[in-house]
Nanobody, 116 residues
Framework: QVQLVESGGGLVQAGGSLRLACAAS????????MGWYRQSPGKQRELVAS???????NYADSVKGRFTISRDNAKNTVYLQMVSLKPEDTGVYYCGGRWYDGMDYWGKGTLVTVST
């Protein structure tokens, strides 16, 4: 069983920064793909950023230039650095990972609230 635990959410003013962390209970080397997803009020969950085992990254257009995803394999942790936050970035942020055998695992989410 693989567990993912997010942390780092909170309340921040527009223009501020937060760094989210996702700690995995198993070695990060076993994940082919890790991603951060966001579910905003009244909207479906959407991909915000992803990173492959080879550290190729992909970002939603809405966060390009403001968010940075990274992974620390030694700490079994994936990070999402968020700067210049906007009220529309508000939502529950979920960490998701695809295991080498194709299974997907999810964390329980961390709430980010950006005030005006």
């Amino acid at each position: 069983q693989v567990q993912l635990v997010e942390s780092g959410g909170g309340l921040v003013q527009a223009g501020g920064s937060l760094r989210l962390a996702c700690a995995a209970s198993r070695s990060m080397f076993n994940f082919n793909l890790m991603g951060w997803y966001r579910q905003s009020p009244g909207k479906q969950r959407e991909l915000v950023a992803s990173i492959t085992a080879g550290e190729s990254t992909n970002y939603a257009d809405s966060v390009k230039g403001r968010f940075t995803i990274s992974r620390d394999n030694a700490k079994n942790t994936v990070y999402l650095q968020m700067v210049s936050l906007k009220p529309e970035d508000t939502g529950v942020y979920y960490c998701g990972g695809r295991w080498y055998d194709g299974m997907d695992y999810w964390g329980k989410g961390t709430l980010v609230t950006v005030s005006t």
